[in-house]
């Protein structure tokens, strides 16, 4: 990783011979826009400018509230926010669509700064984790603009029943990372995460495209997959509370490379990773 803070921009890019890559990063439930810290610094020291936001669909750890005279924030209350539900997917749906309306925002702010910064819309992508991942699948789906999705782990749940009857594909480049243990907790797992993601594939693949990917990590969780299992896992380890059957940080670290190297392969970063994927 090279992302260095407040470090000055590469000599290509402030000429604009080079221009940047778009890349809008969507969080997962009880996470924010700080979420994949890691992630994000890697894809920008190959030549992407990335857009991390706090969705204000209740699910973030925290938003800031503009809606009412006198902004303030809001915190996550997953209980509340469960009381209400009529099934899950319906739920589900509802964060999906709201989540939705942010995006359509975003992209505007985007396309209004693009020219300034060298961006290039043509190469805009679509990136998350959990719930974040299936956002990013939404918007593959729902909006031109984006060409191509790198979902990690998604939590189908807004979409499982449409998917598993065959109704709901893609039919641009994706590159999805999966852990072999999703996610454990009866409290999310409400749908069959395996046959679901199998199906999904399976019907996104009949668009030919050779560029996809589906990728499991083998003896990892959900959590693995994001940056906070960083910090987690150095914490337990101090305490001597865990000892992971996978390095946590080795995990992680695998996760950003194959992530670059398939936007490399689908010549979406500026500067060009060595990396190769496999699947």
């Known amino acids: 990783m090279r992302a260095v803070n407040n470090a000055e921009l590469d000599p290509d890019f402030v000429n ?3 221009a940047l890559t778009p890349v809008i990063v969507s969080h997962d439930l009880m996470h924010n826009r700080t979420s994949l810290f890691t992630t994000v610094m890697q ?12 969705h204000s669909d209740g699910t973030a750890t925290y938003h800031l509230d503009s809606s009412k005279e006198g902004s303030k924030e809001v915190f996550y209350e997953p209980y509340d926010r469960m009381k209400h539900k009529v099934t899950m997917d319906k739920f589900r749906d509802g964060q999906i669509q709201h989540r939705m309306k942010d995006i359509n925002a975003l992209i505007k702010f985007i396309q209004e700064e693009a020219k300034e910064l060298n961006i290039d819309m043509s190469k805009l992508v679509a990136m998350g984790f959990g ?5 990013s699948i939404e918007m593959t789906k729902e909006l031109e603009e984006i060409k191509a999705c790198v ?3 998604p939590y189908y749940s807004a979409r499982s029943e449409k998917i598993l009857s065959g109704e709901y594909s893609i039919s641009k480049p994706y590159f999805i990372l999966t852990n072999e243990d999703y996610p454990g907790s009866p409290f999310i797992a409400d749908y069959e995460h395996k046959k679901t993601n199998d199906k999904f594939v399976e019907e996104s693949n009949k668009s030919g495209d050779e560029g996809n990917y589906n990728l499991t990590l083998k003896n990892t969780s959900h959590v693995c997959t994001a940056d906070i299992s ?9 305490f001597g509370l865990i000892h992971p059957i996978v390095d946590v940080s080795d995990t992680v670290s695998k996760s950003r490379d194959l992530i670059v190297a398939f936007l490399s392969e689908h010549d979406l970063t500026p500067i060009k990773s060595l990396e190769k994927v496999k699947k």
């Open 151 to 153: 979902a990690m782990d």
């Open 43 to 54: 894809m920008v020291s190959y030549g992407c400018i990335v857009y991390c936001i706090n």
């Open 16 to 18: 604009k011979s080079k």
């Open 131 to 135: 719930m974040g991942a299936m956002t």
């Open 230 to 238: 960083l910090y987690y896992s150095s914490i337990f380890k101090l």
